[in-house]
């Protein structure tokens, strides 16, 4: 299978997304994209965090935020942990929400154990009534056709192919809970240009 390493997926995210945008992440995405670089007031660092709670945050953000796009970055394992939350996104359909599956086909931050079969995430979400899925293998063709997925109608469902990081752990939290969950609240405040 071709893949594309997740660090380069996430940067066509930060370098795509407008600064009124909501990142959310947790698992393996929160740990790179923390790597990253410093955070914005609306990124939603996830964690600590249970596996597949990104997607159904994103839609409550989504739901309560419609002039924001929300991005929702979510691993396979993690989505296998929600599968139901792709039913209610359809059901719902924030034109604003795009959730990212990135797909390593392991379950990465509690030591790379196989994820179970080969689920083909961009059928799950066409069977759950998600009409724009998209899935990229290459980062070339992410780097291309990324900005045009990103900027469809949604709900949009993006599927990533992404290589496993042998040895990876999982993520630490960028602060206090509390303190982290009121500054988010103040930026989702502010006016939309």
Same mark, same amino acid.
């Given at each position: 299978?071709?893949?594309?390493?997740?660090?380069?997926?996430?940067?066509?995210?930060?370098?795509?997304?407008? $600064?009124?945008d909501v990142v959310v992440t947790s698992m393996g995405t929160a740990r790179e994209w923390m $790597?990253?670089?410093?955070?914005?007031?609306?990124?939603?660092?996830?964690?600590?965090?249970?596996?597949g709670a990104a997607p159904p945050f994103g839609l409550g953000v989504a739901l309560?935020?419609?002039?924001?796009?929300?991005?929702?970055c979510n691993g396979d394992g993690s989505t296998l942990m929600s599968l139901g939350t792709l039913v209610t996104i359809a059901s719902e359909a924030p034109e604003n929400l795009v959730l990212v599956i990135f797909d390593n086909g392991v379950y990465e931050v509690t030591g790379a154990q196989?994820?179970?079969?080969?689920?083909d995430f961009a059928a799950l979400a066409r069977a759950s009534g998600i009409g724009a899925v998209y899935r990229f293998s290459e980062i070339g063709a992410w780097r291309a056709g990324?900005?045009?997925?990103?900027?469809?109608?949604g709900?949009?469902?993006?599927?990533?192919?992404?290589?496993?990081?042998?040895?990876?752990?999982?993520?630490?939290?960028?602060?206090?809970?509390?303190?982290?969950?009121?500054?988010?609240?103040?930026?989702?405040?502010q006016p939309v240009p």
């Open positions: 299978m071709t893949a594309m390493p997740m660090h380069e997926a996430l940067q066509v995210i930060r370098e795509t997304r407008a $600064a009124t $790597a990253m670089g410093p955070l914005e007031a609306l990124d939603w660092v996830f964690v600590p965090s249970a596996m309560a935020q419609p002039a924001r796009r929300v991005i929702a196989p994820s179970p079969g080969q689920a990324g900005r045009d997925a990103l900027n469809a109608r709900p949009v469902c993006i599927v990533l192919d992404v290589e496993p990081m042998p040895g990876a752990r999982g993520p630490k939290s960028p602060g206090p809970t509390i303190a982290r969950a009121k500054q988010f609240a103040d930026a989702l405040s």
